[in-house]
């Protein structure tokens, strides 16, 4: 599976942002989808995380719980993070996982996802 994030940029503390991922090369159905994100010399942080159906109930990090909603489309391959009442410390560059089912690490754990996009950048100002 290739994935291609998209969708970042600046915005003003607030704010809202959707960021997309789109897979191909594979089979996107049968994958769980997770974002992360890394600031600047943090290490990479669970986001939230969907289940292989578009009607699964997601999992968020405390951080973003009731901020950030995570949907996917599988008829388009898409993944998507919507980021609402966006702050400062959610600067970030974002990526999108995809993992199968199965694997032994927790959903919150970066070992459990076996392909990753290349990052978009988000950038809230204050």
Known sequence: VQLQASGGGLVQAGGSLRLSCAASRGTFSNYHMAWFRQAPGTEREFVGVIGWSSGSTPTYA?????????????????????????????????????????????????????????????????
């Not at 909603?69 to 008829?75: E, L």
């Not at 998507?80 to 999108?96: F, G, H, I, R, W």
Request: charged share 20%.
């Open 62 to 126: 405390d951080s973003v719980e009731g901020r950030f909603t995570i949907s996917r489309d599988n008829a388009a391959n898409t993944v998507y993070l919507q980021m609402n009442s966006l702050k400062p410390e959610d600067t970030a560059v974002y990526y999108c996982a995809a993992g199968k089912a199965g694997s032994g690490y927790s959903v919150r754990s970066s070992r459990r996802y076996d392909y990753w996009g290349q990052g978009t950048q988000v950038t809230v100002s204050s």
